[in-house]
Nanobody, 122 residues
Framework: QVQLVESGGGLAQAGGSLRLSCAAS????????MGWFRQAPGKEREFVAA????????DYADPMKGRFTITRDGAKNAVSLQMDNLTPEDTAVYYC???????????????RGQGTQVTVSS
C-alpha cells in the first residue's frame, strides 16, 4: 500500500497564492506519477495536475494552466502544487493522488490522500 500525506492549504484572498505539498510512503516503488485533484461541495471531482516521478512535461487541467505549477522531488517521493492568482472558484478540498502514470492519476488514481482544504475569499 501507499500512503499519501498532504500539507499546506488554508485560507487565501483572491489573487493570492498557496502551496500544497504531498509526501508518499509505503510501497512507493509502484508509483510512477503523482498529482492533485480537487472537489468542491456539491461538485464532481476535478483533475488539477499530474507529473511523472521520472520527469517529463506535467499534465494540467485547462483552468489551471498558467496559474498552477506542479513540481516533483523524485528522491523524496514528494510533489508540490504552487497555486497563484487564486479565485474563489478554486475553493475546494485538494487531494494528492498517485499511480502508475499521469493518465492513471488523471482518470483513476489508485492512491489518494485525506485531502486538505483550500478556501479563497473574494
Amino acid at each position: 500500500q501507499v500512503q499519501l500525506v498532504e500539507s499546506g492549504g488554508g485560507l487565501a484572498q483572491a489573487g493570492g497564492s498557496l502551496r500544497l505539498s504531498c509526501a508518499a510512503s509505503g510501497r512507493t516503488s509502484s508509483i510512477m506519477a503523482m498529482g492533485w485533484f480537487r472537489q468542491a461541495p456539491g461538485k464532481e471531482r476535478e483533475f488539477v495536475a499530474a507529473i511523472s516521478t521520472r520527469g517529463g512535461h506535467p499534465d494540467y487541467a485547462d483552468p489551471m494552466k498558467g496559474r498552477f505549477t506542479i513540481t516533483r522531488d523524485g528522491a523524496k517521493n514528494a510533489v508540490s502544487l504552487q497555486m497563484d492568482n487564486l479565485t474563489p472558484e478554486d475553493t475546494a478540498v485538494y487531494y494528492c493522488a498517485a499511480g502508475s502514470s499521469t493518465s492513471v492519476v488523471r482518470f483513476r488514481p489508485p492512491y489518494r490522500g485525506q485531502g486538505t482544504q483550500v478556501t479563497v475569499s473574494s
